[in-house]
């Protein structure tokens, strides 16, 4: 009598791998901002402290606090370039000071324009503040300018504000949030 063996099927088991990185490339640029919006200080040689207290996506219902900085990721657009997605968020930055009563109107629209110019730096430069880099440590292709406005309130005291938008522009894989190319 003879003996057959048949060998045990061959079973295959996918397992779902977790991405290497478990922090998404949005993520990223975000933590990037917000440490760069936290050096805005006297001491670091900008015209205010607003990054003293640096809040995201905080709302501002009748006063902000002062100073203080308020940022978030708005909006973002994405189109596809050969297994790559090609995305654009636009970030906006809320500047906050104590108003003086006494200020003039170009004494406050000198101070604006000092707060807009502090956001572009910090956000333009590298963190040692030595070389303009618009690729945020490389976490994205390019940050740009977009817009600039200036907010003025009273509430049981004065305070001045500028609102800045930005336009980030930055790849992932095609599926995969979690990688850039």
């Known amino acids: 009598m003879a003996i057959i063996v048949k060998p045990a099927p061959l079973v295959t088991r ?54 203080s900085l308020n940022f978030w990721d708005g909006d973002e657009s994405a189109t596809k370039d050969h297994g790559n997605e090609i995305n654009t968020m636009r970030v906006t930055v809320e500047l906050y000071e104590k108003g003086e009563p006494q200020d003039s109107s170009t004494a406050i629209s000198r101070r604006a324009r000092r707060m807009v110019a502090d956001v572009r730096s910090a956000l333009l430069m590298n963190d040692g503040n030595t070389r303009p880099d618009p690729t945020l440590d490389g976490t994205a292709e390019g940050l740009t300018y977009s817009s600039s406005d200036l907010v003025l309130g009273y509430n049981t005291e004065s305070w001045l504000g500028v609102i800045v938008d930005f336009e980030v522009t930055y790849h992932t894989l095609f599926g995969n949030l979690y990688r850039s190319k």
Request: aromatic share 4%; with cysteine; hydrophobic share 35%.
């Open 14 to 67: 996918l397992v779902y791998a977790e991405p290497v990185d478990t922090v998404i490339v949005r993520e990223k640029i975000v933590n990037v901002i917000s440490r760069r919006l936290s050096r805005i200080r006297v001491t670091n040689g900008y015209s205010c402290d607003c990054g003293l207290t640096v809040n995201e996506g905080k709302i501002v219902t009748i006063s902000p606090e002062v100073p």
